[in-house]
Protein backbone atom coordinates (compact mmCIF):
# COMPACT_ATOMS: atom_id res chain seq x y z
CA UNK A 1 0.00 0.00 0.00
CA UNK A 2 3.02 2.35 0.93
CA UNK A 3 4.50 1.66 -2.39
CA UNK A 4 1.56 2.45 -4.24
CA UNK A 5 0.95 5.82 -2.22
CA UNK A 6 4.60 6.15 -2.77
CA UNK A 7 4.06 6.37 -6.61
CA UNK A 8 0.79 7.85 -6.74
CA UNK A 9 2.41 11.01 -4.78
CA UNK A 10 5.07 11.19 -7.25
CA UNK A 11 3.36 10.83 -10.20
CA UNK A 12 0.90 14.09 -8.96
CA UNK A 13 4.12 16.17 -8.29
CA UNK A 14 5.44 15.24 -11.28
CA UNK A 15 2.47 16.45 -13.41
CA UNK A 16 2.30 19.58 -10.79
CA UNK A 17 5.66 20.40 -11.99
CA UNK A 18 5.34 20.02 -15.71
CA UNK A 19 2.17 22.38 -15.83
CA UNK A 20 3.98 24.57 -13.56
CA UNK A 21 7.00 24.99 -16.30
CA UNK A 22 4.55 25.01 -18.98
CA UNK A 23 2.55 27.87 -16.90
CA UNK A 24 6.41 29.72 -16.58
CA UNK A 25 6.84 29.43 -19.58
CA UNK A 26 4.01 31.02 -20.90
CA UNK A 27 4.39 33.62 -18.55
CA UNK A 28 8.04 34.25 -20.23
CA UNK A 29 6.45 34.29 -23.98
CA UNK A 30 3.52 36.80 -22.52
CA UNK A 31 6.17 38.98 -21.65
CA UNK A 32 8.17 38.27 -24.84
CA UNK A 33 4.93 39.28 -27.00
CA UNK A 34 4.59 42.35 -25.17
CA UNK A 35 7.90 43.94 -23.70
CA UNK A 36 10.02 42.71 -26.14
CA UNK A 37 11.38 43.11 -29.98
CA UNK A 38 9.11 40.62 -32.27
CA UNK A 39 11.96 39.45 -34.72
CA UNK A 40 9.35 39.21 -37.65
CA UNK A 41 12.19 37.97 -39.89
CA UNK A 42 12.30 34.76 -37.88
CA UNK A 43 8.07 35.02 -38.16
CA UNK A 44 8.08 34.69 -41.87
CA UNK A 45 10.61 31.75 -42.03
CA UNK A 46 8.30 29.96 -39.44
CA UNK A 47 4.80 30.91 -41.24
CA UNK A 48 6.60 29.43 -44.57
CA UNK A 49 7.74 26.53 -42.81
CA UNK A 50 4.45 25.72 -40.64
CA UNK A 51 2.05 27.42 -43.15
CA UNK A 52 3.33 26.49 -46.75
CA UNK A 53 5.65 23.75 -45.67
CA UNK A 54 2.19 21.79 -44.18
CA UNK A 55 0.50 22.36 -47.17
CA UNK A 56 0.07 18.59 -48.88
CA UNK A 57 -0.14 17.24 -45.18
CA UNK A 58 -3.38 19.43 -44.53
CA UNK A 59 -4.72 18.59 -47.96
CA UNK A 60 -4.40 14.61 -47.92
CA UNK A 61 -5.82 15.09 -44.30
CA UNK A 62 -8.72 16.81 -44.92
CA UNK A 63 -9.60 15.23 -48.69
CA UNK A 64 -9.11 11.79 -47.36
CA UNK A 65 -11.30 12.22 -43.91
CA UNK A 66 -14.21 13.39 -45.95
CA UNK A 67 -14.01 11.12 -48.83
CA UNK A 68 -13.91 8.53 -46.57
CA UNK A 69 -16.73 9.92 -43.72
CA UNK A 70 -18.82 10.85 -46.73
CA UNK A 71 -19.05 6.43 -48.09
CA UNK A 72 -19.53 5.47 -44.48
CA UNK A 73 -22.56 7.91 -43.54
CA UNK A 74 -24.03 7.02 -47.30
CA UNK A 75 -23.72 3.44 -46.06
CA UNK A 76 -25.76 3.90 -43.24
CA UNK A 77 -27.82 6.43 -44.41
CA UNK A 78 -28.99 4.78 -48.04
CA UNK A 79 -30.40 1.96 -45.94
CA UNK A 80 -32.89 4.42 -43.95
CA UNK A 81 -33.45 6.76 -47.28
CA UNK A 82 -31.46 9.30 -45.96
CA UNK A 83 -29.09 9.79 -48.76
CA UNK A 84 -29.98 14.36 -48.87
CA UNK A 85 -28.80 14.83 -45.21
CA UNK A 86 -24.78 12.96 -46.01
CA UNK A 87 -23.70 16.48 -47.32
CA UNK A 88 -25.13 18.14 -44.14
CA UNK A 89 -23.56 15.77 -41.38
CA UNK A 90 -20.19 15.20 -43.25
CA UNK A 91 -19.56 18.92 -43.41
CA UNK A 92 -20.79 19.66 -39.78
CA UNK A 93 -18.57 16.84 -38.27
CA UNK A 94 -15.43 18.49 -40.85
CA UNK A 95 -15.77 22.01 -39.33
CA UNK A 96 -16.47 21.39 -35.97
CA UNK A 97 -14.11 18.40 -35.33
CA UNK A 98 -12.57 15.97 -37.77
CA UNK A 99 -11.25 18.81 -39.80
CA UNK A 100 -9.73 20.65 -36.26
CA UNK A 101 -8.43 17.68 -34.78
CA UNK A 102 -7.29 15.77 -37.31
CA UNK A 103 -5.36 18.37 -38.66
CA UNK A 104 -4.05 19.77 -35.19
CA UNK A 105 -2.84 16.15 -34.67
CA UNK A 106 -1.04 16.13 -38.14
CA UNK A 107 0.81 18.82 -37.04
CA UNK A 108 1.86 17.58 -33.78
CA UNK A 109 3.49 15.34 -35.32
CA UNK A 110 5.25 17.09 -38.13
CA UNK A 111 5.70 20.81 -36.78
CA UNK A 112 5.86 20.08 -32.65
CA UNK A 113 8.64 17.52 -33.11
CA UNK A 114 10.66 19.93 -35.92
CA UNK A 115 10.29 22.48 -33.23
CA UNK A 116 11.23 19.96 -30.31
CA UNK A 117 14.41 18.57 -32.52
CA UNK A 118 15.77 21.68 -33.42
CA UNK A 119 15.60 23.90 -30.04
CA UNK A 120 17.09 20.55 -28.50
CA UNK A 121 19.57 20.60 -30.74
CA UNK A 122 20.80 23.96 -30.06
CA UNK A 123 20.36 23.51 -26.37
CA UNK A 124 22.80 20.17 -26.13
CA UNK A 125 25.53 21.98 -28.41
CA UNK A 126 24.60 25.21 -26.21
CA UNK A 127 23.71 27.45 -28.65
CA UNK A 128 21.00 28.55 -26.19
CA UNK A 129 23.56 29.24 -23.75
CA UNK A 130 25.47 31.36 -26.21
CA UNK A 131 22.03 33.12 -27.06
CA UNK A 132 22.05 34.20 -23.23
CA UNK A 133 25.53 35.34 -23.02
CA UNK A 134 24.93 37.73 -25.94
CA UNK A 135 21.96 38.89 -24.34
CA UNK A 136 19.20 37.12 -26.05
CA UNK A 137 16.73 36.09 -24.09
CA UNK A 138 15.94 32.24 -25.69
CA UNK A 139 12.19 32.89 -25.19
CA UNK A 140 12.40 35.94 -27.42
CA UNK A 141 14.48 34.21 -30.16
CA UNK A 142 13.25 31.01 -30.41
CA UNK A 143 9.50 30.58 -28.74
CA UNK A 144 7.86 34.05 -29.41
CA UNK A 145 8.54 33.57 -33.55
CA UNK A 146 7.33 30.41 -33.68
CA UNK A 147 4.10 31.18 -31.16
CA UNK A 148 3.25 34.45 -33.52
CA UNK A 149 3.50 32.31 -37.03
CA UNK A 150 1.34 29.00 -35.39
CA UNK A 151 -1.20 31.30 -34.31
CA UNK A 152 -1.14 33.05 -38.17
CA UNK A 153 -0.94 29.36 -39.76
CA UNK A 154 -3.17 26.58 -37.51
CA UNK A 155 -6.91 28.37 -38.14
CA UNK A 156 -6.02 28.89 -41.35
CA UNK A 157 -5.29 24.95 -42.33
CA UNK A 158 -7.49 24.22 -40.55
CA UNK A 159 -10.23 25.79 -43.04
CA UNK A 160 -8.01 24.45 -45.62
CA UNK A 161 -8.54 20.95 -44.41
CA UNK A 162 -12.31 21.76 -44.31
CA UNK A 163 -13.00 23.01 -47.30
CA UNK A 164 -10.52 19.65 -49.39
CA UNK A 165 -12.93 17.59 -46.90
CA UNK A 166 -16.34 19.45 -48.13
CA UNK A 167 -15.29 18.71 -51.42
CA UNK A 168 -14.25 15.14 -51.64
CA UNK A 169 -17.29 14.26 -49.40
CA UNK A 170 -19.47 16.52 -52.37
CA UNK A 171 -17.39 14.52 -55.07
CA UNK A 172 -17.63 10.87 -53.05
CA UNK A 173 -21.92 11.42 -52.48
CA UNK A 174 -22.74 12.76 -56.05
CA UNK A 175 -20.06 11.89 -58.40
CA UNK A 176 -19.80 8.40 -56.98
CA UNK A 177 -23.10 7.64 -55.26
CA UNK A 178 -25.50 9.49 -57.20
CA UNK A 179 -27.05 11.54 -54.28
CA UNK A 180 -29.25 14.43 -55.98
CA UNK A 181 -27.26 17.45 -55.80
CA UNK A 182 -29.45 19.73 -55.08
CA UNK A 183 -30.74 17.90 -52.07
CA UNK A 184 -26.97 17.82 -51.08
CA UNK A 185 -26.92 21.07 -51.65
CA UNK A 186 -29.90 22.11 -49.81
CA UNK A 187 -29.03 20.20 -46.91
CA UNK A 188 -25.20 21.34 -47.11
CA UNK A 189 -26.37 24.76 -46.66
CA UNK A 190 -29.28 24.62 -44.09
CA UNK A 191 -27.00 22.92 -41.84
CA UNK A 192 -23.93 24.36 -41.80
CA UNK A 193 -23.08 28.02 -41.87
CA UNK A 194 -19.86 29.95 -41.26
CA UNK A 195 -20.26 30.02 -37.61
CA UNK A 196 -19.37 26.33 -37.47
CA UNK A 197 -16.64 27.06 -39.55
CA UNK A 198 -15.43 29.72 -37.06
CA UNK A 199 -16.10 27.47 -34.60
CA UNK A 200 -13.08 25.05 -35.64
CA UNK A 201 -10.59 27.87 -36.59
CA UNK A 202 -11.23 29.08 -32.88
CA UNK A 203 -10.25 25.61 -32.05
CA UNK A 204 -6.98 26.13 -34.35
CA UNK A 205 -6.31 28.80 -32.04
CA UNK A 206 -5.77 26.69 -28.64
CA UNK A 207 -4.05 23.86 -30.54
CA UNK A 208 -1.43 25.95 -31.73
CA UNK A 209 -0.89 27.68 -28.60
CA UNK A 210 -0.61 23.89 -27.44
CA UNK A 211 1.61 22.38 -29.70
CA UNK A 212 4.15 25.86 -29.62
CA UNK A 213 4.65 25.71 -25.23
CA UNK A 214 4.92 21.47 -25.42
CA UNK A 215 7.17 20.97 -27.66
CA UNK A 216 9.31 24.16 -27.22
CA UNK A 217 9.59 23.54 -23.51
CA UNK A 218 10.77 19.96 -24.11
CA UNK A 219 13.53 21.05 -26.38
CA UNK A 220 14.44 23.48 -23.97
CA UNK A 221 14.71 20.64 -21.31
CA UNK A 222 16.43 18.24 -23.59
CA UNK A 223 19.30 16.79 -21.34
CA UNK A 224 21.91 13.85 -22.21
CA UNK A 225 22.75 14.93 -25.67
CA UNK A 226 21.82 13.29 -28.88
CA UNK A 227 19.74 10.52 -26.85
CA UNK A 228 17.78 13.55 -24.57
CA UNK A 229 17.28 14.88 -28.05
CA UNK A 230 15.35 12.24 -29.83
CA UNK A 231 13.45 11.17 -26.17
CA UNK A 232 12.48 15.20 -26.28
CA UNK A 233 11.32 14.77 -29.69
CA UNK A 234 9.55 11.43 -28.98
CA UNK A 235 7.66 13.12 -25.61
CA UNK A 236 6.62 16.02 -27.63
CA UNK A 237 4.60 14.37 -30.22
CA UNK A 238 3.03 12.26 -27.42
CA UNK A 239 2.42 15.06 -25.02
CA UNK A 240 0.54 17.75 -27.17
CA UNK A 241 -1.50 14.86 -29.11
CA UNK A 242 -2.98 13.64 -25.84
CA UNK A 243 -3.38 17.36 -24.84
CA UNK A 244 -5.05 18.10 -28.14
CA UNK A 245 -7.31 15.37 -27.86
CA UNK A 246 -8.36 16.53 -23.97
CA UNK A 247 -8.52 19.97 -24.77
CA UNK A 248 -10.73 19.10 -27.38
CA UNK A 249 -13.43 17.80 -25.51
CA UNK A 250 -14.01 20.89 -23.11
CA UNK A 251 -13.64 23.37 -25.91
CA UNK A 252 -16.74 21.45 -27.72
CA UNK A 253 -18.25 21.51 -24.34
CA UNK A 254 -17.32 25.22 -23.70
CA UNK A 255 -18.08 26.36 -27.55
CA UNK A 256 -21.28 24.50 -27.79
CA UNK A 257 -22.40 26.66 -24.52
CA UNK A 258 -21.05 30.23 -25.62
CA UNK A 259 -22.57 30.45 -29.26
CA UNK A 260 -25.84 29.45 -28.18
CA UNK A 261 -25.81 32.35 -25.83
CA UNK A 262 -23.80 34.69 -28.01
CA UNK A 263 -26.61 34.53 -30.87
CA UNK A 264 -29.30 35.93 -28.21
Not at 14 to 38: D, H, K, N, P, Q
Not at 56 to 72: D, L
Not at 113 to 140: C, F, N, Y
Not at 142 to 163: D, H, K, Y
Request: glycine share 10%; with cysteine.
Amino acid sequence: MSTFLSWLGGLVLRFVSYFGALAVLTGELTYSLFRSRIRWAEVGRQLVSIGFGSQIQVIVTGAATGAVFAAQVYYKFNQLGLDSLVGGIVALAMCRELGPVLTALMLAGRIGATMAAEIGTMKVTEQVDALRSLGVHPVDYLVAPRFIAMLFSVPLLIGESIRFGIAAARLMAVGAYNVPEAFYNDQLYKNVDHIDVIFGMTKGLAYGYIIVIMACHQGLTVRQGAVGVGRGTTAAVFYTSMAILIANFFLSLLLNYIWPIAAT
